[in-house]
Structure formats: structure tokens, C-alpha cells
């Protein structure tokens, strides 16, 4: 393997979890929702789409300080607890719970017996027997709370935060989330973190910039105007075998770190088989993953029609729609690139790189203004999978940054378990205490056993 990619191993092992108290967070002094029994807030359809209907679990691990009084469990939690009650009033909506309103339309309400769940855990174990603490692992799923039985997907009246944190032997900690992302989105989401950390850090408020709500800057025009065809939303029937490679196997959690050298390479290379293309590294790492994905999968059949979709951040974008700092919403558009099996196979890097380009430059606030419009008349109910690879970029993300409580940043800061939804593929930054300012990334992504080899030599340029 090209020394500039390293595949990431992590250990198969079961995590002992012993739930010991679970209780609400409620915002330690009076919102807006106390002046009404009937309060209510509207959600946007950025906020409202289907893939936004999940509530996103993370982990953060924290190892022991030198603090080691007898009570600093408590300690912990109270600090967690203590700041987690002063954030919630400025950030209020994290207090109350979706419904579903005409329509299907999403909206955040408020009742008496609602908050944040906080949950306290233990495990026999120390973080050290936990392995490669750099590498999401799907073994660290009991450190993430789910209910029994809990249906997939559930969001109608569930907390939209769930914070477990989970004590080792050793005096680490790690601090287990669930965000909903109807709420907020991934910039969204850092903010929120950055300032329960800050607050928790500081003892005392730290709200800063000021959290705005506004979801109303995004409503519908009247009557609706939709102006693109929004190819990542259709329904397309899965006539590949793609759902066999990947949902009716067992696929495998495989993760790749790809240091700042091999990025460059690789758009080096695409930009050196055509000289008129302008591309983001991004662009270039997106098509050569895709590239990669197809081939070692071996999808067939050749003239089907494949997507690769991302995620854009539209806040740069934005002239005629003016959103105030400190807005924590959903600004995040799908960009879609669509070719045959046989051209994601065939055409040169430049040729697929110019594709995602071309898609990500394509969403602009008119395009944005479009896919809002286009969820008022269609509101998709599921989330659509036909000969699709979804990228989820998390490298633009401050996650150890924003995540010092007080107890330095986390060692570790990311997803877990990527295998419900094989179709995803998660960019992460190399970070933690030990990173040094690194600029690689981590590849993560899903492939049946028999495709790892293959696309290990691929990725890597063989």
C-alpha cells in the first residue's frame, strides 16, 4: 500500500455498559417557551427533508486527568449537567420535541416533562483496552444511548439531544451524543457543542455568537417555483446490484487515513489530464473514491446510472436570503453528480472529477430556492438509495476544537457505526490531542469482504 494511505485497523470487542441514572435537562432559567402553553417553532424544509430526520450519534473520548478525588464522577456530571441547564436557554428548541403538523411538515413544541436526557454509565473496562481510539469502531455503540426497543429513525416526541457519558476504570470518560439534525446542521451542530464546552469550561454562560433561530428566512415561495430537477431526490429503481454487494451482505467498516501528500497528488493528477479544469481537492478525492467504490464493487450493469451526492454549505452563497450570525439551522444542500456504471469506470480522473465539480459549483442560493420549493409540492417520505454513494464531509467541522469542557480536547471525536446506511461514505479530519496540527483525513466507508482488497489497491493508486 502507498505509504501516503494507511488502512486502519480497529478491535472486534464487546464494551460492558451498566446504565446507573438517566434524567431530563431542562433550561435552568425561564425561554420563550414558558410564556405559552401552545408555543411552537417552524422548521424549515432545509430542516425538514428526510435525511435530516435522524437524530446523528457521535462519541468524544476524554482520558483521566491528574485530578483523581474520590467524587470526580459526580463532579463530572454536575459540570456536564450544570452547563448543559444554562445553554438550553438560548438554545431552547433542543428542549422540546418534534410532531408532525399538515402534511407531514416538522415542527418543534414544548411540554412540561420534556428537556434533554442525560444518561450516566460505567464500564469494567479503561480506555486503553478500547484499541485504536482514532478510528470510529462500531464496537463503541453501547456508549451511545438508544432505548429498548427503539424504532430506527424515530424522531416524533424523542429528546432531540441524548448525552451518555460512560466512566472507565482508568478515570476516563467518554461522552456519548445524539443531535437531531432537524435542529441544526453539522456547522450547526459545532456551535451548540463549542458553547456547552465553553460554559462548561468557563462556569458560567458562554453563548457567543448569539444562537438564532429565524427558520423562517427559508420558507416556500408562493406559489412554489421549481426550477431544477433535483436528481438526488428522485425515486430511481435499484436496477444494479448494488442492494445485494451491499444490504444483503455483511458489509465492512473500513476506514483509510490519507495524509495532505496523496490529496494533493490526486488532484494533481486530475487537473494534469486537463488543464482547463479548476477543481477543489475535494473534487478530486470525491471522484477518485467514487471511482474506486464502483470498480472494486463491480456494479453492473454497465449503462445503469449511478449518483454520487454531497452535502454543500450554501451559508457563503447567500446574497438575496441574509441570515444572521449566529444562525444554527440547516443551510446544507445536496449537490448530485449522475454517470453510467461504465463512464465512472472508464473516463479518466479529470473527466468524473469535472462531474462533482460541476454538481457543487451547480448549488447556488437559486438551486437552494429550488430544492426548498421542490420539498413543498414533493416532501419525500424515505430516503432514496438507487445506485447511489452519499459523501458526508466532517473535515470542515472544529470537533476537537470546540469539545474542551475542561478536560483538554478529546483524544478522539467522530462518528461510530457507518454499516445501517452502507451507501455512506464519512470524510473525517485527523485530530485529537496527538494529531500535531496533522492535515490528513480518514476515509470511512462500507464494502462487502469481497470487494476490500480491491478497492484497498485502488484507493491507493494501484
Same mark, same amino acid.
Given at each position: 500500500?502507498? !505509504? /501516503?494511505?494507511?488502512?486502519?485497523?480497529?478491535?472486534?470487542?464487546?464494551?460492558?455498559?451498566?446504565?446507573?441514572?438517566?434524567?431530563?435537562?431542562?433550561? $435552568?432559567? &425561564?425561554?420563550?417557551?414558558?410564556?405559552?402553553?401552545?408555543?411552537?417553532?417552524?422548521?424549515?424544509?432545509?430542516?425538514?427533508?428526510?435525511?435530516?430526520?435522524?437524530?446523528?450519534?457521535?462519541?468524544?473520548?476524554?482520558?483521566? !486527568?491528574?485530578?483523581?478525588?474520590?467524587?470526580?464522577?459526580?463532579?463530572?456530571?454536575?459540570?456536564?449537567?450544570?452547563?448543559?441547564?444554562?445553554?438550553?436557554? &438560548?438554545?431552547?428548541?433542543?428542549?422540546?420535541?418534534?410532531?408532525?403538523?399538515?402534511?407531514?411538515?416538522?415542527?418543534?413544541?414544548?411540554?412540561?416533562?420534556?428537556?434533554?436526557?442525560?444518561?450516566?454509565?460505567?464500564?469494567?473496562?479503561?480506555?486503553?483496552?478500547?484499541?485504536?481510539?482514532?478510528?470510529?469502531? &462500531?464496537?463503541?455503540?453501547?456508549?451511545?444511548?438508544?432505548?429498548?426497543?427503539?424504532?430506527?429513525?424515530?424522531?416524533?416526541?424523542?429528546?432531540?439531544?441524548?448525552?451518555?457519558?460512560?466512566?472507565?476504570?482508568? @478515570?476516563?470518560?467518554?461522552?456519548?451524543?445524539?443531535?437531531?439534525? +432537524?435542529? /441544526?446542521?453539522?456547522?450547526?451542530?459545532?456551535?451548540?457543542?463549542? %458553547?456547552?464546552?465553553?460554559?462548561?469550561?468557563?462556569?458560567?454562560?458562554?453563548?457567543?455568537?448569539?444562537?438564532?433561530?429565524?427558520?423562517?428566512?427559508?420558507?416556500?415561495?408562493?406559489?412554489?417555483?421549481?426550477?431544477?430537477?433535483?436528481?438526488?431526490?428522485?425515486?430511481?429503481?435499484?436496477?444494479?446490484?448494488?442492494?445485494?454487494?451491499?444490504?444483503?451482505?455483511?458489509?465492512?467498516?473500513? /476506514?483509510?487515513?490519507?495524509?495532505?501528500?496523496?490529496? /494533493?497528488?490526486?488532484?494533481?493528477?486530475?487537473?494534469?489530464?486537463?488543464?482547463?479544469?479548476?477543481?477543489?481537492?475535494?473534487?478530486?478525492?470525491?471522484?477518485?473514491?467514487?471511482?474506486?467504490?464502483?470498480?472494486?464493487?463491480?456494479v453492473k450493469p454497465l449503462e445503469y446510472n449511478l449518483r454520487l451526492t454531497?452535502?454543500?454549505?450554501?451559508?457563503?452563497?447567500?446574497?438575496?436570503?441574509?441570515?444572521?450570525?449566529?444562525?444554527?439551522?440547516?443551510?446544507? +444542500?445536496?449537490? +448530485?453528480?449522475?454517470?453510467?456504471?461504465?463512464?465512472?469506470?472508464?473516463? %479518466?480522473?479529470?473527466?468524473?472529477?469535472?462531474?462533482?465539480?460541476?454538481?457543487?459549483?451547480?448549488?447556488?442560493?437559486?438551486?437552494?430556492? %429550488?430544492?426548498?420549493?421542490?420539498?413543498?409540492?414533493?416532501?419525500?417520505?424515505?430516503?432514496?438509495?438507487?445506485?447511489?454513494?452519499?459523501?458526508?464531509?466532517?473535515?470542515?467541522?472544529?470537533?476537537?476544537?470546540?469539545?474542551?469542557?475542561?478536560?483538554?480536547?478529546?483524544?478522539?471525536?467522530?462518528?461510530?457505526?457507518?454499516?445501517?446506511?452502507?451507501?455512506?461514505?464519512?470524510?473525517?479530519?485527523?485530530?485529537?490531542?496527538?494529531?500535531? @496540527?496533522?492535515? $490528513?483525513?480518514?476515509?470511512?466507508?462500507?464494502?462487502?469482504?469481497?470487494?476490500?482488497?480491491?478497492?484497498?489497491?485502488?484507493?491507493?493508486?494501484?
Amino acid at each position: 500500500m502507498d !505509504s /501516503c494511505i494507511q488502512e486502519l485497523e480497529f478491535s472486534h470487542l464487546h464494551i460492558p455498559v451498566t446504565i446507573k441514572n438517566k434524567f431530563l435537562v431542562h433550561p $435552568s432559567s &425561564p425561554t420563550p417557551a414558558d410564556q405559552s402553553p401552545h408555543h411552537s417553532l417552524y422548521l424549515s424544509n432545509l430542516d425538514d427533508t428526510v435525511g435530516a430526520r435522524v437524530l446523528t450519534p457521535s462519541v468524544y473520548f476524554y482520558r483521566s !486527568s491528574n485530578d483523581q478525588t474520590k467524587n470526580r464522577e459526580s463532579l463530572v456530571l454536575k459540570r456536564l449537567q450544570d452547563a448543559l441547564g444554562e445553554v438550553l436557554v &438560548p438554545y431552547y428548541p433542543l428542549s422540546g420535541r418534534l410532531r408532525e403538523v399538515e402534511n407531514g411538515k416538522l415542527e418543534v413544541f414544548f411540554g412540561a416533562e420534556q428537556g434533554a436526557l442525560m444518561v450516566s454509565a460505567s464500564s469494567s473496562m479503561a480506555l486503553d483496552n478500547l484499541g485504536d481510539l482514532t478510528v470510529p469502531n &462500531p464496537a463503541w455503540l453501547p456508549l451511545i444511548f438508544q432505548y429498548p426497543e427503539e424504532e430506527a429513525y424515530k424522531i416524533l416526541e424523542m429528546p432531540l439531544l441524548i448525552a451518555q457519558v460512560t466512566f472507565f476504570t482508568c @478515570g476516563g470518560f467518554s461522552l456519548g451524543i445524539r443531535l437531531c439534525h +432537524c435542529i /441544526c446542521d453539522g456547522f450547526g451542530a459545532m456551535q451548540f457543542l463549542g %458553547s456547552w464546552a465553553a460554559t462548561a469550561k468557563n462556569g458560567r454562560l458562554i453563548a457567543d455568537p448569539e444562537p438564532v433561530w429565524d427558520r423562517e428566512v427559508f420558507k416556500p415561495r408562493n406559489p412554489p417555483v421549481v426550477k431544477y430537477t433535483h436528481h438526488e431526490y428522485l425515486a430511481v429503481e435499484e436496477k444494479s446490484n448494488l442492494t445485494n454487494s451491499l444490504w444483503e451482505t455483511k458489509p465492512l467498516q473500513k /476506514c483509510y487515513r490519507i495524509n495532505k501528500e496523496f490529496q /494533493c497528488r490526486v488532484k494533481s493528477i486530475a487537473q494534469g489530464q486537463d488543464s482547463t479544469l479548476v477543481c477543489s481537492s475535494f473534487d478530486a478525492m470525491a471522484a477518485h473514491i467514487w471511482k474506486s467504490w464502483v470498480k472494486a464493487l463491480d456494479v453492473k450493469p454497465l449503462e445503469y446510472n449511478l449518483r454520487l451526492t454531497f452535502s454543500v454549505n450554501v451559508r457563503t452563497r447567500l446574497q438575496a436570503l441574509k441570515l444572521r450570525k449566529g444562525f444554527y439551522g440547516n443551510v446544507v +444542500c445536496l449537490a +448530485c453528480a449522475t454517470s453510467s456504471v461504465s463512464n465512472v469506470m472508464n473516463d %479518466s480522473l479529470s473527466k468524473t472529477t469535472r462531474l462533482v465539480q460541476e454538481a457543487r459549483v451547480r448549488v447556488t442560493e437559486d438551486y437552494l430556492r %429550488s430544492m426548498v420549493d421542490y420539498m413543498e409540492v414533493k416532501r419525500p417520505k424515505r430516503l432514496e438509495f438507487g445506485g447511489k454513494l452519499m459523501i458526508t464531509q466532517w473535515t470542515r467541522f472544529e470537533m476537537y476544537e470546540t469539545a474542551d469542557f475542561g478536560w483538554g480536547k478529546p483524544v478522539y471525536a467522530g462518528p461510530i457505526d457507518l454499516r445501517p446506511t452502507p451507501q455512506v461514505c464519512v470524510l473525517l479530519p485527523q485530530g485529537g490531542v496527538e494529531s500535531g @496540527g496533522d492535515q $490528513s483525513m480518514v476515509v470511512c466507508l462500507c464494502l462487502p469482504p469481497s470487494a476490500v482488497h480491491d478497492f484497498t489497491r485502488l484507493l491507493s493508486l494501484k
